[in-house]
């Protein structure tokens, strides 16, 4: 029963632990062109969960998986000629010092023992919110509307003023959770990526003159505020 | 002369016409874009979760998303083309598919 319950456990460990082979094999067979972040973002989680597995490994076990990661050196520099936008470079970077390190291919010289794991970075405290604060200036207004612009430009900024503070918020929890691997909901994501939306759409019409529409641009701007406030405090 | 000037009015109104709807397609679009952005990063971040306990989301799931994303690349192509009725076809396709998504992961 011993016996049986041992073999159990050994079988659920290596189990797991070939699944990255398979998805190196998998990759390695498609070509590089059809690759994209989420497939080197998928590899680079597998690798690092089949590292726990990777003890007690013969020289024959290490020598197969180097050759293995030797293929995919090789095949992801392919790759990395065809990239051509920033995140799928800087995924392929992270996935080969991953790589490079992966202790499935590569073993600790005996009596070396892992370096502890890097305490973790504190998140970067949030930058600017990506829309303009004051409105933009307004050429040829009759005089007529005047006044309905200068309301609209004063109002635009209170808005903006009110939603960058709402944007800084969520941006700060944003990182936070997924710092822990967690993220926002997706009714507070949305609201804030509608704030930078409205926001231009606000300035557009007041370019444009469309007093009308730039009004209710500012009022979509102040119920999307409200309601990432209400989620992320004010 | 007369008919230059109608044929330039009627141009004219056209050409109104269209930046009008151009707008409210470009508005839609903008919209249907953030809620499935928003509904992505949040099946992103379940299916991270779920991987670490070794399981996966539903292949529905991925099914969904690609229809999703192949409707507002739709949209967008259009869009580009100015065929405004059928950047709308292709957006309420891409809402009622996002309806369908946020109703299995819980999103918006």
């Known amino acids: 029963m011993r016996f049986l319950a041992s073999v159990l456990v050994c079988a659920a460990v290596c189990a797991q632990a070939p699944n990255w082979r398979q998805s190196f094999t998998g990759l390695l067979n498609r070509p590089p062109g059809t690759l994209s972040v989420r497939d080197l973002q998928m590899l680079e989680s597998q690798m690092a969960l089949a590292g726990q597995y990777c003890v007690g490994l013969t020289p024959g076990d290490y020598e197969a998986n180097r050759a293995l990661v030797r293929q995919m050196t090789a095949y992801l520099a392919t790759v990395q000629v065809a990239a051509q936008d920033a995140p799928m470079k800087t995924s392929l970077r992270r996935l080969s010092r991953s790589l ?135 | 002369m007369k008919y230059l000037l109608l044929a330039c009015l009627a141009a004219a109104t056209l050409g109104a016409q269209e930046t009008s709807e151009q707008r409210q397609a470009k508005h839609h679009f903008d919209l249907a874009a953030i809620r499935a952005a928003a509904n992505f990063r949040s099946a992103d971040s379940i299916d991270a979760r779920l991987r670490q306990d070794g399981a996966v989301l539903h292949p529905r799931l991925s099914v969904l998303r690609m229809r999703i994303e192949a409707a507002l690349s739709e949209a967008q192509f259009e869009m580009d083309q100015h065929d405004y009725p059928a950047t709308e076809d292709a957006l309420t396709r891409a809402d009622a598919l996002l309806d369908r998504l946020a109703k299995e992961i819980g999103g918006y």
């Open chain 1, 100 to 234: 490079a390190a992966f202790p499935c291919a590569y073993a600790l010289p005996p009596g070396q023992q892992r370096a502890p794991e890097a305490a973790p970075v504190p998140p970067p405290v949030p930058g600017e919110a990506p829309f303009a604060k004051t409105a933009p200036p307004l050429d040829d207004v009759p005089p007529a509307d005047q006044d309905t612009a200068k309301d609209l430009r004063e109002r635009y900024a209170v808005d903006a003023s009110h939603a960058a503070n709402a944007w800084k918020n969520a941006e700060e929890i944003r990182r936070n959770l997924a710092a822990k691997g967690m993220s926002l909901n997706a009714q507070t994501t949305a609201s804030v990526d509608h704030l930078q939306l409205f926001l231009d759409e606000a300035a557009e019409a007041l370019q444009a003159h469309k007093w009308d529409d730039a009004r209710s641009s500012l009022e979509a701007v102040e119920a999307a505020t409200q309601k990432v406030a209400k989620a992320v405090g004010n």
